[in-house]
């Protein structure tokens, strides 16, 4: 399984694009990027998921570079709500059998008023 | 939709008694998630069924946990004896497969917060 990395922790301004990066050099042709956070007190929340294209929906877009190196996923809009733990995640696209969701530490990042 | 219901939301017990902990999916889903989250080890999968069936409970760290899935829309996790270093966030996460595939957007219930004194 690729292993991702993610900067433990970033600021952003309330109403300013929030970017967070992820890094999975090890990732193989079939193996998909998927975003998850965690807010405070609460179960984790999906996102998104994209395997080469750059993907978008109503939470946010994710952006895989050419080589699908790394990714970054944005927040167009952050409000104090998407103060949260992200979680990157690298997984294939047909079930193994070690059919789980390998969580790291993820980034913890604070939106500020 | 409701989500994913757990219950309790917050659980405290004595080290020796048995906990159980209840998790009802969204309906139509066809795989069950049992997850533990500490601070020391981040979140970790426990067991997961598919169609009430479990497939991999690997990650169940003794004999002293025991998961069940009766039907489609009921599981349960239990610990007997529980001890305190089972203090946790127990989470249940269900998904469907589109299309006939796995999918890894799972579902995540608000969690249990177990506390054995």
């Known amino acids: 399984d690729a292993k991702t990395t993610q900067p433990p922790s970033m600021d952003c301004a309330e109403g300013r694009a929030a970017n967070l990066p992820c890094n999975h050099s090890?990732?193989?042709?079939?193996?998909?990027v998927y975003w998850y956070r965690q807010i405070h007190s609460q179960g984790p929340q999906y996102i998104i998921h994209?395997?080469?294209?750059?993907e978008t929906n109503e939470m946010a877009s994710l952006i895989i570079t050419e080589d699908r190196k790394s990714s970054t996923l944005i927040l167009p809009h952050a409000t104090l709500r998407d103060t949260a733990v992200y979680y990157c995640?690298?997984?294939?696209?047909?079930?193994?059998?070690?059919?789980?969701?390998?969580w790291g530490a993820g980034t913890k990042l604070i939106i500020k008023p | 939709d409701a989500g994913v219901i757990q219950s309790p939301r917050h659980e405290v017990t004595e080290m020796g008694q048995e906990v159980t902990l209840r998790c009802k999916p969204i309906s139509g889903h066809d795989y069950l998630f049992w997850y533990r989250q500490t601070m020391m080890r981040g979140l970790e999968l426990l067991i997961y069924?598919?169609?009430?069936?479990?497939?991999?409970d690997s990650g169940m760290p003794e004999d002293r946990f025991s998961a069940k899935m009766p039907n489609a829309s009921f599981s349960t996790l239990k610990i007997q004896p529980s001890e305190p270093r089972d203090s946790a966030v127990y989470f249940c996460?269900?998904?469907?497969?589109?299309?006939?595939?796995?999918?890894?957007?799972?579902?995540f219930g608000p969690g249990t917060r177990l506390t054995v004194t």
């Open positions: 069924f598919n169609n009430n069936v479990p497939i991999d």
């Open positions: 994209g395997l080469k294209n750059n």
């Open positions: 996460a269900s998904s469907s497969t589109p299309g006939g595939r796995p999918s890894y957007e799972q579902y």
């Open positions: 995640i690298v997984r294939p696209s047909l079930m193994d059998s070690n059919y789980q969701l390998i």
């Open positions: 090890t990732i193989s042709g079939n193996e998909y």
